[in-house]
């Protein structure tokens, strides 16, 4: 396979194990496998249908070990962090790239994962879907049908515009900056839920801080670590959502926070990466074991 080809499908190669994994080096890791298997192959006729395949079951193998991993993870798992704001995804992608939805796939089997992907996010008709995961096409609308029912049961609603999403992302962390409490109240849903994945580092929070009142504190805390860092917020889309790169003085990453903003302009979720094995694909991180007091 040349490297026009794996220019081509590198991209829908990935999207399709992070998606599946929720975790870009465990993507990174099945494109290098997928494309490695692809060169050993002899004569592929058609490179889409046998990267796609490949790459699926290859997930498909990888998450069902993952998900041994993540029961004795420490606290709550959240997916790794990408950001999407270069152009790479399509708006309708982004979706169902969000950390919310990535969180929820975590519930499916993982049949019901991979036809949700392929066709939901991907848009596969179900002949092909059917020959990739080796199922016939009745059992791959019944999988789809049990996923979407999951899905819409449980997903936030996001219905508010991109435009208006970042209006109320620019005001909030404007707000936190300033100290604001007022202020910082207004814009969260009295059901506002802090989601934090710290992998056991010592930053990291065991159990989702829950309410309106808890969360206005826990940031408050959070705003009193930042000054006491010098550091800085660095605005970003994350996963498709609003969120913001939190950086120390020398511009060191601490972690990641995305917004989940509901369809009246409340936030009504915060999901939190500290964990830096899950953001080295960021760049320079910061030492938290010199952070950490």
Not at 28 to 49: G, I, M, N, S, Y
Not at 83 to 105: F, I, N, Q
Not at 194 to 206: S, Y
Request: proline fraction near 4%; charge should be negative; include cysteine.
């Amino acid at each position: 396979m040349d490297q026009d080809l794996y220019s081509e499908y590198r991209p829908l190669v990935f999207s399709i194990a992070y998606h599946m994994l929720g975790s870009a080096a465990d993507a990174e890791d099945v494109v290098q496998e997928t494309f490695l298997r692809a060169l050993q192959a002899e004569d592929v006729r058609h490179p889409k249908a046998f990267l796609t395949t490949v790459a699926t079951r290859i997930a498909i193998d990888q998450l069902k070990s993952a998900r041994v991993r993540r029961e004795r993870y420490f606290g709550e798992w959240i997916p790794e962090p990408l950001l999407t704001e270069d152009g790479a995804w399509h708006a309708e992608t982004k979706d169902a790239l969000s950390l919310a939805v990535l969180t929820l796939l975590e519930q499916l089997s993982e049949a019901e994962r991979a036809v949700f992907v392929l066709r939901e996010v991907l848009d596969f008709p179900y002949p092909e879907i059917s020959k990739i995961i080796d199922k016939s096409e009745a059992t791959c609308r019944q999988l789809l049908s049990r996923a979407r029912k999951h899905v819409q049961a449980n997903r936030p609603r996001f219905e508010v515009s991109p435009q208006r999403r970042a209006e109320v992302a620019a005001e909030f962390f404007r707000v936190f900056e300033s100290g604001e409490t007022a202020g910082l109240v207004q814009l969260l849903a009295d059901d506002v839920v802090f989601h934090g994945d710290g992998g056991g580092n010592g930053w990291g929070i065991k159990h989702p801080v829950v309410g309106r009142l808890q969360v206005t504190r826990f940031l408050g805390g959070l705003l009193r670590q930042l000054v006491r860092l010098q550091g800085h917020l660095e605005p970003a889309e994350i996963n498709g959502s609003p969120g913001v790169l939190v950086r120390t003085e020398d511009g060191a990453l601490v972690n990641v926070i995305a917004l989940d903003i509901a369809d009246d302009g409340r936030i009504v979720a915060f999901r939190s990466v500290i964990n830096h094995d899950k953001l080295r694909h960021f760049g320079r991180l910061a030492d938290l074991d010199v952070l950490v007091p």
